[in-house]
């Protein structure tokens, strides 16, 4: 059975927002569509969020954007929360990362009422293959997917449905999902 995770779609990812990817608005945009015509290929929907409420030093006034970044997704903002694109579709499983240090996978990510892991909602509904996308290909996208093909799923990350912080690093990001199993498939949109 097939999983669509999508991770990070949040306004403080967007343009407008404390860590803006390009195009983060219409690629909330498209994951929208996309659900909304293909929900019903899929066992599981889950979202994940950064919910930062003292990350210590991932935040930093000075940062070097590898290590640590401006304050951003901060627990309990407008901007930490879900993309009003994607608070639309009424997704039930909801993961937040990050509350107290720095988190990029979503697998790092607590289920909202429950407090399970992702992996083990996944496990325990049968799940045996992943599609991942979202913010940022680069970053958050990358690691949930690198997780996903170690803990044993068929990764596809969507790139039609992420944005990269840069297309440098969006191509090295692929380069290094491909190297660990993980199949970057183009929906052709």
Not at 135 to 157: P, Q
């Amino acid at each position: 059975m097939r999983a669509l995770i999508i991770v990070d779609v949040q306004p403080t990812f967007c343009e407008g927002g404390e860590l803006p990817v390009a195009g983060g608005n219409g690629v909330a945009c498209a994951i929208a569509q996309y659900v909304r015509a293909h929900r019903a290929e899929y066992a599981f929907i889950a979202t994940t969020q950064d919910w930062h409420i003292r990350p210590g030093a991932h935040f930093s006034d000075m940062p070097d954007f590898v290590d640590t970044w401006p304050p951003h997704g901060i627990a309990g903002t407008p901007n930490a929360e879900l993309h009003p694109d994607i608070e639309a579709l009424g997704i039930v499983w909801r993961f937040k990362k990050g509350q107290f240090s720095a988190a990029y996978s979503g697998f790092d990510g607590v289920e909202d009422s429950g407090g399970r892991m992702l992996n083990d909602v996944l496990r325990a509904v049968g799940i045996d293959e992943v599609d991942v996308c979202g913010l940022a290909l680069s970053h958050c996208v990358k690691e949930t997917a690198l997780d996903a093909a170690r803990l044993g799923y068929a990764t596809r990350v969507l790139v039609d449905l992420s944005a990269p912080v840069s297309a440098k690093l969006g191509e090295l990001a692929c380069e290094e999902m491909r190297h660990a199993g993980v199949k970057i498939f183009s929906l052709g949109i």
